[in-house]
């Protein structure tokens, strides 16, 4: 009976060990080191996808994670090193894994994908142009950004958007420019793979006006792994657009299992307050495949920055940021046609719809344009835009290096803006208007069909690549017009203007559909001419339908000096083909100066006011790009790079300023449409560009298993103008064509400098981050002009912001990140609202008018 009793006893204290050891967390150790020499690496990062638990390595190279019972995957990053990857299954003891990392001399953790068009790609510190590779989740729980735009505003230096307000369609689409240049001079992959522009072309005194954007906020941040920027034209490898360089957003793949993030936001005057939510879910598929799918929601309050009491009149009762409510699904998959792995079969998109609602002027219940039985006490109208943009793209490829690869892929893209003006009237109409109206709108379709041949062939220690490739792009551009009262001025006594108040809707006769072809081909060589020197070559020849043909080239070096420094440089011609928007845009709107409402003519092109001023039909922009760069790495914990670069742009193309009514030569043109002045799109002036990158990186080991990372980067940019090109019969009226006002806008699209310096503490539970940026002073000329006819400068002086976040680990894959942006509340300088562009007391320049705003976020991991 006692033996019994025992067997029984120990049988089940047995049993609760078993059971006890299956819910506690076992630990996950080994050892990191290099795969050449076999040296500890100090300060790698192991991670553990799915938790959310992560430890840097020891001096020795060891680390310990405690992990529960299941299927995870490990990733160890190091800068200098091949990111590693692995899946592994926990039991019910702990599991040892040694990593044997590969040197690759990479600051950022991961292989690029752009550079070249090889699919077997350098690294960030390898390659002979430089690159940034920003794993976006690092950023995007540190600080306080939704968007990918303004998430790179406060990361990148040679990157800036700012948000606009009082700028009509800016207000719903963020202007963000490389290096200074225009919007539609940067080019921007998905994938690898083109992505559209945006349908939008900005017409106010926006930074980028005349610009066709690309709408970086389509893409959830959620759904982005890593954002490669190449900070070098690269004409001769992409095509169009990428005079300044290219945006590659690498989505996420091969993440197992749910993530949920929760954001929200509020600034300290109570407005402004934003959420956003985020499922995103991976699943492994057999034979080396993957799924990825993220959904996503931002919600956006307004903001509202009022004008101080020193300014008793002003244009905008309502100044700040406009509403926003966007919902984005986008996807990522890959799967093996076989067993084999050679042959495989991808996929990846997504749809957003986006409503926003922006403030715009405001009418007093005295002017002209109000009719006071409607609003007795004025009227402030608001303009909301429904957007949907999509994008698909499906293709096949093989992936073996001992042969030629192939990848043959089609990519669909489609951007839409519907308007809509609301708390407004059509003044023609009388008490009877209506108060809101549909304005129309304009949409882009994109199509992309390619064909790409890789190989790598090797010869003892050297290596060359070869790529060869086709593209065949067709776009289609249309404007389809809004309801007849929004734009129609109807017969009335008094003589009172038609139309939507502060934004008339488009008329049929603005109404195009305009479709362009365009066939590019090319071939890349990436070629070790020694040990130490790589040199790459490309060429790309393109045929449009509309304007003619393009032939670039690039040539480009990276001379390895020794094992810790290394030159590199490049020289190469671009060029960007007219936006078909640019071309065929046409349309009548409202504009405010110094508080008077009036309506001018944007003409189109080919209109018979351009034809009637002698304006040449547009014609390509052309540039040529010059780098010159070294590269620092003296051990695997301090990195440093500095890029000098010039860019010439000839024939860029531009929105003219105001020729008004009394002009004699275009008055017989204008009083037919009842409006006082007239613009165009021409290729307007030359500029040229010259500045310098710095991004360095250092670690350091902080107790037994923390780090702290410290990171610096600057841009300095400096943007000259050439002669404005103007047309015989304009001659003389330079300053109506493109005045200094105008010029400001270009001159300071980016400041002068901006620097951003961060330090990132991580520990396995807990990780902190502090940042500063810096901005240099800027000169945006006002409305007003002195006794001498010159414009009045508003000078925006130089500010350095700071940011700020801790996070921690509340229990197995939940994290908690509190935070502030912009701890001490620092605005740009005060104007007068009636001599800006915004109808505030700011222009849209350096950090905002956004001031000190709190954070918090929770990341769920299942």
């Excluded at 292989?111 to 699919?119: I, M, Q, S």
Aim: glycine share 8%.
């Amino acid at each position: 009976m006692l033996l019994f009793s025992t067997r029984k006893v120990i049988t089940t204290l047995l049993l609760l060990v078993i059971a006890y050891s299956t819910v506690i967390a076992q630990q996950l150790t080994g050892r990191v080191y290099e795969n050449q020499t076999g040296k500890p690496l100090i300060g790698a990062q192991v991670t553990v996808e799915g938790l959310d638990v992560s430890a840097p390595t020891r001096r020795d190279g060891r680390y310990s994670i405690p992990v529960s019972r299941g299927e995870y995957f490990v990733r160890v990053t190091m800068p200098g090193y091949v990111t590693y990857r692995t899946l592994i299954r926990f039991g019910v003891v702990d599991y040892q894994l040694n990593i044997s990392m590969r040197v690759s001399s990479d600051l950022t953790q991961e292989e690029t994908e752009v550079g070249t068009r090889d699919a077997n790609t350098r690294t960030y510190t390898d390659t002979p142009v430089a690159i940034d590779n920003l794993k976006i989740e690092q950023f995007a729980d540190a600080f306080g950004q939704l968007d990918l735009s303004q998430l790179l505003h406060f990361v990148l230096p040679s990157f800036n958007s700012n948000r606009q307000s009082g700028s009509d369609g800016a207000d719903h689409v963020d202007p963000s420019v490389l290096r200074g240049l225009g919007q539609d001079q940067v080019l921007v992959l998905i994938n690898g793979k083109r992505k559209h522009q945006a349908s939008l072309i900005y017409l106010f005194g926006t930074t980028g006006r005349g610009n066709t954007p690309t709408d970086l906020n389509t893409i959830p941040v959620a759904a982005i792994d890593r954002v490669e920027i190449l900070r070098d034209g690269a004409s001769a490898q992409y095509g169009s657009d990428a005079i300044a360089g290219v945006i590659n957003i690498v989505l996420k793949s091969s993440t197992n299992g749910l993530k949920v993030n929760t954001n929200h936001s509020i600034t300290d005057q109570g407005d402004g307050f934003s959420q956003n939510y985020s499922l995103h879910y991976g699943k492994v598929l057999k034979n080396d495949g993957f799924f990825d799918v993220t959904a996503d929601y931002i919600g956006r309050g307004r903001l509202y920055r009022p004008s101080s009491s020193a300014y008793n009149e002003v244009p905008r009762a309502k100044f700040g940021d406009a509403k926003v409510n966007s919902y984005s699904v986008y996807f990522n998959t890959e799967a093996p046609f076989n067993r084999q792995k050679k042959l495989f079969f991808y996929a990846f998109g997504g749809v957003q719809s986006r409503s926003t609602d922006a403030n715009s002027w405001t009418y007093e219940a005295d002017n002209e344009r109000n009719i006071k039985a409607i609003y007795p006490n004025g009227f402030e109208p608001r303009i909301l835009s429904q957007i949907w943009d999509g994008t698909l793209s499906v293709g096949v490829k093989t992936k073996t290096n001992n042969a030629w690869n192939f990848d043959i892929n089609n990519t669909f893209g489609q951007n839409q803006m519907h308007y809509t003006v609301a708390n407004t009237l059509n003044a023609s109409l009388g008490a009877n208007s209506p108060r809101s109206f549909d304005a129309g709108g304009f949409g882009l379709l994109q199509n992309v069909t390619g064909a790409h041949l890789t190989r790598k062939f090797r010869n003892g220690l050297r290596t060359t690549h070869v790529a060869l490739g086709t593209e065949l792009r067709v776009e289609d551009y249309y404007v389809f017009a809004g309801e007849e009262a929004s734009w129609k001025k109807y017969p009335n006594a008094a003589d009172l203007p038609g139309g939507a108040q502060t934004f008339p809707g488009y008329r049929p006769d603005n109404e195009v559909n305009a479709v362009r072809t365009n066939f590019g081909a090319y071939a890349d060589l990436e070629t070790d001419l020694t040990r130490s020197l790589l040199a790459t070559f490309a060429t790309r020849f393109e045929r449009y339908s509309d304007f003619g043909n393009a032939l670039n080239a690039k040539v480009s070096f990276r001379l390895k000096v020794n094992e810790t420094f290394a030159l590199r440089g490049s020289a190469s011609t671009g060029f960007r083909a007219p936006s078909l928007a640019q071309s065929h845009f046409s349309s009548i709107f409202n504009d405010v100066v110094d508080g008077v409402s009036f309506e001018k003519v944007l003409a189109a092109n080919n209109s018979s006011i351009t034809r009637a001023l002698g304006v040449k039909p547009l014609k390509q922009e052309t540039a040529i790009n010059a780098s010159a760069g070294a590269v620092f790495k003296p051990n695997t914990n301090f990195s440093l790079t500095v890029d000098g670069y010039y860019v010439s742009v000839k024939n860029r193309i531009l929105l003219t300023g105001d020729f008004s009514e009394d002009d004699p030569d275009l008055a017989k043109y204008l009083k037919p449409l009842d409006v006082k002045s007239a613009l165009f799109f021409t290729n307007a002036l030359s500029t040229q560009s010259y500045g310098v990158d710095i991004v360095g990186t250092a670690f350091s080991e902080i107790g037994e298993k923390g780090k702290l990372e410290t990171m610096f980067s600057m841009n300095y940019n400096h943007l000259s103008l050439g002669k404005i090109n103007t047309t015989a019969s304009l001659a003389g009226k330079e300053d109506y064509y493109f005045s200094e006002r105008d010029q400001s806008y270009v001159l300071y699209a980016a400041p002068k400098y901006k620097f951003n310096l961060t330090f990132a503490l991580q520990q396995p539970k807990f990780n902190a981050n502090l940042r500063f940026i810096g901005f240099s002073k800027i000169d945006i000329k006002s409305h007003g002009q002195d006794d001498q006819g010159n414009y009045i400068s508003n000078i925006y002086n130089a500010r350095i912001i700071s940011d700020a976040s801790v996070g921690f680990l509340l229990k197995k894959g939940t994290r908690l990140i509190l935070g502030c942006s912009n701890l001490l509340g620092t605005y740009t300088n005060n104007h007068n609202p009636n001599e800006s562009e915004t109808g505030g007391m700011y222009e849209s320049v350096q950090m905002g008018y956004v001031g000190r705003s709190f954070f918090g976020k929770l990341r769920f991991n299942f």
